[in-house]
């Protein structure tokens, strides 16, 4: 058999635990995992979790991990002891807002594949006695959610894992990390070397100084968090809850008051994130060595748990009773990251260099699963964009960022979040050369990347004595205006100055450019100078990685329309090691405007003496020309599905090209336009938006995009596996609903359900003021796509009427687009 990796995990929490159960699985065992503490109460976050799993979430990829913590910690026993206990959970509303919130929940659960319900107040107290039945306005429940044991889950895994080949080293502190030639070698211990091809923090809240050591920002922040108990409960103690199961009813959260609970045998267990956040510097943590409890836990202080006592007595009587108070607290250490979601993967620059970090208990089992994946078959079938490491942009990684962000995640881990409420602070962070322009057209902006997108124009206003808007439900219409709508229709009518510089350019240059990114894309790319390709990245399994627009601007230069860092991270790791290959991210020098509509070339036709007529410069083909004084790569594309041109110039010429544009645009009905018109279009148009619509769970044929694939050209990453599909007949497949309602105006992430059983998701939606009809993509089964087929979207608890329609909804013959 051939040798496997050495895989050096560090940290022996339920993460590393988890990862090295599922690298042995796999038969990878030359697995060894170090731990500065004591084997398993190694004084990591792991060690004091009250270990409530909740598996609801919006994210699909964090409700997968969940869902697999939850399955394996069923299956799991350490010594004849529990290792999750399936007790359920609740979510109590105490307001309206809420009680929505609890719908759209389930809406999410319903749509990956987890049980839930949305009950009334009297079920929920008698799910929970607990409770005082008047507070609750109705609650969520999830019967399979529950405890997870995390010490027993983590050293059950181990043993498994041990017993498979892996050691588990307790008491060795790593204090370096050796890298040679960009790679690393060996982790370095207090008791010595220790070789490795491969190393994986799994520090938890140490990973920034592990991160450190190979000079690699860890972006999380430490915060501590109050975890209390009362004294026995006589409401709990009348419940004998046999020592030994600790837990019998559901475990509650009341987000509203950002409080959770769970039993504790004969008392009650309250954790509160009302309190005053308390950002931790990780180099102050205690090595086990020295700290009085354990490393992750601080000293209770009582006064910041007040408010939270007396909210927890609001919504429990028990706790009003004389005497009844705090027995036992800690200030418990866990990671924040800027986003919300966990770090994982490789390292951009140490090769063997990987995270695993920010990880909850909730998601630990889903998490190893996933590294493991990914470390012995190079991707997992769960899409795992969201969590890599390599996301971040360089605005990102800044410490005040990590810091400021980090914070505010905890302030708002129970907060309902809209999917267009942009982060408040630090704001505006990086603006477009447009800026000033747009403020002064009374943008409403909203922030994506850290960039500042105008999503309309308050100066738009006028037009809506012109077009007919319909309003739509209070939840779609926040961050939302009927300007939005008045500006889709007048791009369609005339044309509309878009701003496109938030979208991710990179040039990628040198001989050995072409056949680098052929081998890596599924269209054919070696075609003239001046051609645009759409073309897809994909991973080894067939799954889209990513969708890219390629312009041959050069013999061996390109320039490519991206999705985000990514892909940038992805093709500098490709590129060949012999120089042949640059690949450059030019997005912060450049911007790039949209010029959209059936008088954009009379727009640019009169600033330009290049020939710009439909014979001269045709769809998908790319210039370089001038606009008045203004150097411009100009690509003839629309993600608007117009007639129209990408405009592409260097950031200091931004101001005068949006100038020239908009003087010469006004005879021609030329107005500013937004993203959410921008939005609206793409849909009725039917492009896809990746890591929406499809991510690497989905193949081109499934997602509708088989025209970008050229199996009769030479071989590319993903070929073979795409050789082994049958394209005609995807499994599932991205279609278009149309819904009848004219305010029904969805958001996305929403169940589908086809003759009342669950069927699909909601990618993508919007209204489609062109054909005057709420539109949603969605995933669907094969035998439901069919145009035609009636659905229901369950929306934030309503049935909303769908009906499967014709991809794509607005001008399926390309007339404008080619004319
Ligand atoms: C009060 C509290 C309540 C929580 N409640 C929940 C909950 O109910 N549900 C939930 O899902 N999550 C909860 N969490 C979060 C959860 O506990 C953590 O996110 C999770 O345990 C992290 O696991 P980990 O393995 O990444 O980190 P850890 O458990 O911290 O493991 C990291 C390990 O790395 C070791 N290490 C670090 N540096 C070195 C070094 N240099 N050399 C060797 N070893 C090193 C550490 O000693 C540590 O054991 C809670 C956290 C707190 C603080």
């Not at 939850?70 to 007790?87: A, I, Y």
């Not at 990347?449 to 308050?458: D, F, K, L, V």
């Not at 067939?542 to 093709?571: C, E, W």
């Amino acid at each position: 058999m051939a040798a496997t990796p050495r895989v050096a995990i560090i940290g022996a929490g339920i993460v590393g635990c988890s990862i090295a159960d599922e690298l042995v699985m796999r038969g990878w065992s030359d697995v060894v995992v170090i731990e500065q503490g004591p084997l398993f109460a190694a004084g990591g976050s792991t060690s004091h979790a009250p270990g409530l799993v909740f598996q609801t979430n919006g994210s699909k990829t964090m409700a997968e991990f969940a869902r697999y913590t939850v399955e394996k910690s069923c299956s799991l026993e350490l010594d004849g002891e529990w290792c999750f206990n399936q007790v359920g959970s609740l979510e109590f509303a105490l307001t309206p807002d809420r009680l929505r919130e609890l719908h759209r929940r389930a809406g999410f659960a319903e749509a990956w594949g987890i049980e839930s319900r949305v009950i009334d107040p009297d079920e929920a107290a008698r799910l929970w006695p607990l409770v005082d039945r008047d507070a609750i306005l109705g609650a969520y429940h999830v019967p399979t959610d529950g405890l997870a044991k995390a010490v027993r889950v983590s050293e059950a895994q181990a043993r498994r894992a041990t017993e498979g080949g892996a050691r588990f080293l307790g008491r060795h502190t790593v204090t370096g990390i050796r890298t040679d030639d960009g790679r690393v070698r060996a982790v370095i211990t207090d008791q010595g070397e220790i070789e490795a091809d491969i190393v994986v923090c799994a520090a938890g809240i140490w990973g920034p100084l592990i991160g450190a050591m190979v000079g690699m920002t860890v972006p999380l922040q430490p915060l501590a968090h109050q975890y209390t108990t009362t004294g026995p409960l006589p409401e709990v103690v009348a419940l004998a809850i046999p020592p030994e199961r600790e837990n019998v009813h559901p475990i509650v959260r009341v987000q509203d008051r950002d409080l959770y609970f769970r039993e504790h045998t004969d008392r009650l267990g309250v954790g509160s994130y009302a309190h005053v956040p308390m950002p931790i510097d990780a180099s102050t943590i205690l090595h086990p060595t020295k700290a009085p409890v354990m490393p992750s836990v601080l000293d209770f202080t009582p006064d910041t748990f007040a408010e939270s006592w007396r909210w927890a007595q609001a919504i429990v009587p028990a706790l009003r009773a004389p005497g009844v108070g705090v027995d036992h607290g800690i200030n418990g250490i866990f990671s924040f990251t800027t986003d919300g979601a966990p770090l994982m993967g490789e390292s951009a620059d140490v090769k063997g260099f990987w995270l695993a970090e920010a990880v909850w208990v909730t998601h630990a089992c889903g998490v190893g699963k996933a590294m493991a994946e990914w470390l012995v078959d190079g991707g997992s079938p769960t899409d795992l964009h969201e969590a890599d490491v390599n996301r971040f942009e360089a605005h990102q990684l800044a410490p005040s960022y990590i810091h400021d962000r980090g914070v505010q995640n905890y302030i708002e881990v129970y907060d309902i979040i809209h999917p267009l409420q942009p982060m408040e602070d630090p704001r505006p962070l990086r603006t477009s050369p447009f800026y000033e322009r747009e403020q002064e057209l009374g943008a409403y902006f909203l922030e994506g990347n850290g960039w500042e997108r105008p999503h309309w124009y308050g100066t738009n206003e006028g037009l809506l004595g012109r077009y007919d808007i319909p309003r739509r439900n209070a939840w779609a219409e926040r961050y939302w205006h009927p300007i939005a709508g008045a500006e889709a229709l007048a791009t369609r009518d005339a044309a509309g100055l878009y701003d496109m510089t938030s979208l991710k350019r990179l040039e990628v240059t040198g001989p050995g450019a072409l056949s680098f990114l052929d081998g890596l894309t599924t269209n054919r790319l070696d075609r003239p100078v001046g051609t645009v390709v759409y073309s897809l990245m994909l991973d080894e399994r067939g799954g889209i990685r990513s969708d890219l627009t390629i312009a041959r601007l050069g013999r061996d230069r390109f320039q490519i329309g991206a999705n985000g860092n990514l892909d940038y991270d992805l093709l500098r790791r490709q590129a060949p090691a012999d120089g042949s290959v640059a690949v450059r991210d030019i997005t912060s020098g450049t911007c790039c405007v949209g010029l959209w509509g059936p008088r954009a070339r009379d727009i640019l036709q009169s600033l330009t003496d290049a020939d710009v007529s439909n014979e001269a410069f045709r769809y998908f083909q790319g210039r370089e020309l001038w606009v008045g004084n203004v150097p411009v790569t100009a690509l003839r594309l629309s993600y608007v599905g117009e007639l129209g041109w990408e405009l592409y110039t260097t950031a200091d010429l931004g101001m005068k090209l949006w100038d020239t544009l908009w003087a010469a645009g006004q005879e021609h009905g030329l107005i500013a336009a937004g993203r959410s018109a921008f939005g609206s279009l793409r849909l009725e148009k039917g492009y896809r938006s990746w890591g929406s619509d499809m991510t690497t769970e989905h193949d081109p044929y499934e997602a509708g995009l088989g025209f970008a694939v050229r199996m009769d050209k030479g071989d590319f990453v993903g070929r073979s596996a795409l050789e082994q599909k049958d394209g005609a007949n995807p499994a599932r497949r991205l279609v278009p609903l149309t819904i009848g309602d004219r305010e029904a105006v969805v958001m996305g992430k929403e169940p589908v359900e086809v003759d009342g059983r669950p069927a699909g998701y909601v990618t993508s939606a919007a209204y489609g003021f062109s054909i005057d009809k709420p539109i949603a993509y969605a995933w669907l089964p094969p035998d439901a796509a069919q145009a035609g087929q009636a659905v229901t979207i369950r929306y934030l608890g309503e049935a909303v009427s769908a009906t499967v329609a014709t991809d794509p909804l607005f001008d399926p013959e390309m007339t404008r687009l080619r004319s």
